[in-house]
């Protein structure tokens, strides 16, 4: 990464030539939009934050210059990445912001985790990388429920409640097969411009899915497993806390508030660990949990 010259053009002059420019997006508390001298690949860019768009100016700004060769990505005044290829400015663009999104919301309590929610009552799904929070996530939205995130879910210490951050789902190609259905429709010359991830909308999973906001009800820490025999297994609250504080962001920032947050879920929200290799039967059990007040017998 490399910081510009005095003589580089504003964020204000690149985007006077932008092909493409988003409204403004707030994502708990980063506050941003962004433009692309690319069209097609802005308004792609563009909708997989469209449910955090809201009026009024942003606080600060990304801009994507795409020329056949190479990219350049920026952030208000300062390039990320230059002279890259287009699809490595956007997986950086994509991890900055979520980077951005944490760091900007200390206010909160912040799990890697990923969200679903019926009538207001939250699923936590909290999980390291390649645990299956997306896959899961994005399978129980298919099959009804609200989606406040995969990848972050915020804690109001204030009141208890989850805060999602409603982004596209992503789907790496080990789910592909199971989500065949809401594959993205792309132009050749856009999938060559994008990492070999798919970003699937959740109003494609299913429209009108999007909430923000949800009252914590139940714990499913998932853990994929290919080829897994489907296995729910009770957790005791103490090892809730430790799996909790295990995908803590900056646990260490506010030591005593995060644990007194997670001490709290841990003793009100059943929790289970859900072992699967087929999405499909692990979205029924969860589905079970939420209809039955003791599923495991």
């Given at each position: 990464?490399?910081?510009?010259?005095?003589?580089?053009?504003?964020?204000?002059?690149?985007?006077?030539?932008?092909?493409?420019?988003?409204?403004?997006?707030?994502?708990?508390?980063?506050?941003?939009?962004?433009?692309?001298?690319?069209?097609?690949?802005g308004s792609y860019l563009g909708a997989l934050f469209s449910p955090l768009a809201g009026p009024g100016q942003a606080a600060h700004h990304y801009h994507l210059?795409?020329?056949?060769?190479?990219?350049?990505?920026?952030?208000?005044?300062?390039?990320?990445?230059?002279?890259?290829?287009?699809?490595?400015?956007?997986?950086?663009?994509?991890?900055?912001?979520?980077?951005?999104?944490?760091?900007?919301?200390?206010?909160?309590?912040?799990?890697?985790?990923?969200?679903?929610?019926?009538?207001?009552?939250?699923?936590?799904?909290?999980?390291?990388?390649?645990?299956?929070?997306?896959?899961?996530?994005?399978?129980?939205?298919?099959?009804?429920?609200?989606?406040?995130?995969?990848?972050?879910?915020?804690?109001?210490?204030?009141?208890?409640?989850?805060?999602?951050?409603?982004?596209?789902?992503?789907?790496?190609?080990?789910?592909?097969?199971?989500?065949?259905?809401?594959?993205?429709?792309?132009?050749?010359?856009?999938?060559?411009?994008?990492?070999?991830?798919?970003?699937?909308?959740?109003?494609?999973?299913?429209?009108?899915?999007?909430?923000?906001?949800?009252?914590?009800?139940?714990?499913?820490?998932?853990?994929?497993?290919?080829?897994?025999?489907?296995?729910?297994?009770?957790?005791?609250?103490?090892?809730?806390?430790?799996?909790?504080?295990?995908?803590?962001?900056?646990?260490?920032?506010?030591?005593?508030?995060?644990?007194?947050?997670?001490?709290?879920?841990?003793?009100?929200?059943?929790?289970?660990?859900?072992?699967?290799?087929?999405?499909?039967?692990?979205?029924?059990?969860?589905?079970?949990?939420?209809?039955?007040?003791?599923?495991?017998?």
């Amino acid at each position: 990464m490399t910081t510009p010259s005095t003589t580089t053009p504003s964020a204000l002059q690149r985007r006077g030539v932008a092909a493409y420019t988003s409204p403004r997006f707030v994502a708990l508390g980063h506050d941003f939009d962004l433009d692309c001298d690319d069209a097609e690949l802005g308004s792609y860019l563009g909708a997989l934050f469209s449910p955090l768009a809201g009026p009024g100016q942003a606080a600060h700004h990304y801009h994507l210059s795409v020329s056949a060769a190479a990219a350049d990505l920026w952030f208000d005044d300062r390039r990320l990445c230059g002279q890259v290829p287009t699809h490595r400015a956007v997986a950086v663009l994509l991890w900055h912001i979520n980077g951005q999104v944490i760091a900007r919301s200390d206010r909160f309590v912040r799990l890697h985790a990923g969200g679903v929610a019926r009538a207001g009552d939250a699923v936590l799904i909290p999980g390291e990388m390649e645990a299956g929070k997306s896959t899961l996530t994005a399978g129980l939205v298919r099959a009804g429920l609200d989606y406040l995130s995969d990848e972050l879910v915020a804690v109001d210490p204030d009141d208890g409640h989850l805060e999602g951050f409603p982004r596209a789902v992503s789907l790496d190609p080990g789910a592909w097969l199971a989500f065949a259905e809401v594959r993205p429709r792309l132009t050749e010359r856009l999938a060559r411009s994008l990492p070999y991830q798919w970003q699937v909308p959740a109003d494609v999973l299913r429209p009108g899915s999007v909430v923000r906001r949800a009252r914590p009800a139940t714990i499913v820490a998932p853990r994929l497993e290919p080829g897994a025999a489907l296995r729910l297994e009770r957790l005791p609250a103490q090892q809730v806390l430790v799996t909790l504080a295990s995908v803590t962001f900056d646990l260490d920032g506010d030591p005593g508030r995060n644990l007194a947050v997670l001490g709290q879920l841990a003793r009100t929200c059943p929790a289970y660990r859900l072992t699967f290799g087929d999405v499909r039967p692990a979205v029924a059990a969860v589905l079970d949990l939420m209809h039955a007040s003791d599923p495991v017998r």
